[in-house]
């Protein structure tokens, strides 16, 4: 398990506020390089980073709703999350320039001076299925020993152990508000069932934006082939399958003259690997699990209706009949894209700062697009590689953890999630026109979705996997495995809800 601490780094950290300081003194009315725009990231007034990026007004127009001098006495505070896979999820260890890495250091220490606790971070394995970290959570919950002050866990390790109920129900404690803009409230509406909330994410988890499924484009093959700009088209509503396919069509080149489509030589219009594909139907509005109007949960009608088998045959026909597309055989595998042979790229957005940070050519990246014309908005989900935060049965004091998460989520909101999209996404890994950019990074932010079939999909038989997995296999048989599958999967989900109302 890795352990970070911010209070011996206290006078570290003003020693760099200090020299920040005198450095932009000694540069005043010259021109500053990147590098010193984007590291002067952390606030002396509050321990905030990234303040020249709020608007001086947020503080005001959204401010924190804890009770006035909430004071935790110094009690130390433990948070078992997890070894996320890109950048700083949680904590970090020290300043080192990075905008987000220092608005993260500077969160947790913000959190700390306000309610006066001392956090200390736990990481341990967590991927999705990892029994080990569950288990952690579970041996906890069993002895009652209070271990964890509250967990951040993947999404699908979250959504297991909310099946079994691990879990206090949020709604139930004082200090949460989740009607404030902090809070993914596209999540909390989906995931409350008869009145329980078990888990929530928002401006606390950067991979709440970061993991926003989307595709990313190549301006110099676009370019290449006359083709239209993808941020115009978002722009003005006209990404659509039927533009997309055609944008796709005419670009494949057997670059090494073998006759046969071959990943690793050639180049395609649109590549994705099978994982990807589980955005397809979200990103068109198919959620899989939803209330209806009496507020039973069950398979939505609308993930099972003549629009999603048509949702189904044209994406497969696309992926399966066209020569200008490819599965990629290794899930994660950037190689195709990174070596400029393909215009599309299907891939969660954080990877920009990860991996597509010094490609030889421009990029950009924009939602999936709409099925048809009745998508009237763009959606976006995230990949299951994000932080669900929640507060284990055990937890030695339940409000206190909801408060502790308010005022992170709060600072997250003030400060990391602008430094992430205003500095990191918008400008530092800008190289197409900044403001197409900025609007359709807006355009992200603003259209996330969440399944609650997709969080809780090994509980509930796999409902959520049902289109990516038709998409797969091309079986043509989509609407029959639904048929057959709904009865037992509604099945599963009552007596969930049976467990709840015991």
Known sequence: MKHYSRKLMAALLAAILLAGSLLTACSEGTDNTEKTDTSASVSADAGTAAEEIVPEETEEEYPLGLPEGLDYQGTGVTVLGWQHYEDVEFDTEELNGEIVNDAIFARNLAVEENLNVTLTFLEEGGRSGDSNWMGLVRNSNTSGDGAYDFVAGHSNNIGSLTYSLQFQNMLDQEHFDFSAPWWREALTEKATVMGNLFFATGDIAPSSIGRSQGIFFNSKLLADYNLEDPYELVISGDWTFDKFYEMCSGTYVDLNSNGKKDEKADQFGFV??????????????????????????????????????????????????????????????????????????????????????????????????????????????????????SIPLAAKDPAMSAAIMENMAYEGFLNVIPAIFETSYKVKYNTTDSQLQSQVFDIVRGSLIFDIGRIMNSSFANVFGLIPDAINSNSGTFASAVARQQKAINKTVERWISSLEG
């Open 272 to 389: 994705i690997d099978g994982v990807q594909v589980q955005a397809i139907g979200l990103c068109s509005g198919f959620v899989s699990l939803e209330a209806d109007e009496t507020g039973k949960l069950g398979v939505s009608e609308n993930y099972i209706s003549e629009r999603a088998v048509n949702l189904v045959d044209r994406w497969a026909s696309l992926m399966h009949n066209s020569p200008d597309t490819s599965f990629i055989a290794a899930i994660d595998d950037t190689t195709v894209f990174k070596e400029g042979r393909s215009v599309f790229y299907a891939f969660p957005m954080a990877i920009i700062s990860s991996e597509l940070r010094d490609l030889e050519f421009e990029i950009g990246f924009v939602p999936f697009p709409k099925i048809d014309e009745q998508q009237e908005d763009y959606v976006v989900c995230t990949s299951n590689a994000y932080s669900l935060w």
